[in-house]
């Protein structure tokens, strides 16, 4: 079993940044890779940016160049640091982690872009 637990959304203003968080407990050793998902009101969750155990990357369109994925192994933490934020990107955010035992989900955290 793997657990997580996402922090640091909240609200921001267009354009600004927010870094959120999700550290990963249990069977962390079984994780291949981690990744960002969200899902706004009346859509469908999608992927957002996913890391690899070797550090490889990857990011939907709509996102990149604007936000990082990055994971501390040592803190068993993956980081989505977001700026210039668009209305566009308001929605719940959540942590996924695959890994040989499955797919996990953390609860998600609420990120709202408005002024």
């Known amino acids: 079993q793997v657990q997580l637990v996402e922090s640091g959304g909240g609200l921001v203003q267009p354009g600004g940044s927010l870094i959120l968080s999700c550290v990963a407990s249990?069977?962390?050793?079984?994780?291949?890779?981690m990744g960002w998902y969200r899902q706004a009101p009346g859509q469908l969750r999608e992927l957002v940016a996913f890391i690899t155990s070797g550090g490889s990357t990857n990011y939907v369109d709509s996102v990149k160049g604007r936000f990082t994925i990055s994971r501390d192994n040592a803190k068993n933490t993956v980081y989505l640091q977001m700026n210039s934020l668009k209305s566009e990107d308001a929605a719940v955010y959540y942590c996924?982690?695959?890994?040989?035992?499955?797919?996990?989900w953390g609860k998600g955290t609420l990120v709202t872009v408005s002024s």
């Open positions: 996924n982690a695959e890994s040989s035992k499955g797919y996990y």
């Open positions: 249990g069977s962390i050793n079984s994780i291949y890779s």
